[in-house]
Nanobody, 123 residues
């Protein structure tokens, strides 16, 4: 059974930082591109950042470039999202996900999803 379990969400002030973690089990972690997605109430789920299998390459949506950093540790079967300079518009449920496809795969291409962790940024 594949499990992706996110942690690290919570309440932050605008300009602050949070670090999300996602621990994976039940899959060959290094075979998967990992991604972070988010979904705000009333909005569609959107891709935030992705990292390649060996962690060499990354992709960021324009809205988070320069503020968020995605990384992974294959030995720990974990992926992380460091979020700095947070804005109220970053408020959403954040999900990690795994896909066999590449960095630019759409959400529909992701095979496994975590349950999500809530991030709330106050102004």
């Amino acid at each position: 059974q594949v499990l992706l379990v996110e942690s690290g969400g919570g309440l932050a002030q605008a300009g602050g930082s949070l670090r999300l973690s996602c621990a994976a089990s039940g899959l060959t972690f290094s075979s998967y591109t990992m991604g972070w997605f988010r979904q705000a109430p009333g909005k569609e789920r959107e891709r935030v950042a992705t990292v390649s299998r060996m962690g060499v390459s990354t992709y960021y949506e324009d809205s988070v470039k320069g503020r968020f950093t995605i990384s992974r540790d294959n030995a720990k079967m974990s992926v992380y999202l460091q979020m700095d300079s947070l804005k109220p518009e970053d408020t959403a449920a954040y999900y990690c996900a795994a896909t066999y496809q590449g960095l630019y795969a759409a959400a529909a291409a992701y095979n496994y999803w975590g349950q999500g962790t809530q991030v709330t940024v106050s102004s």
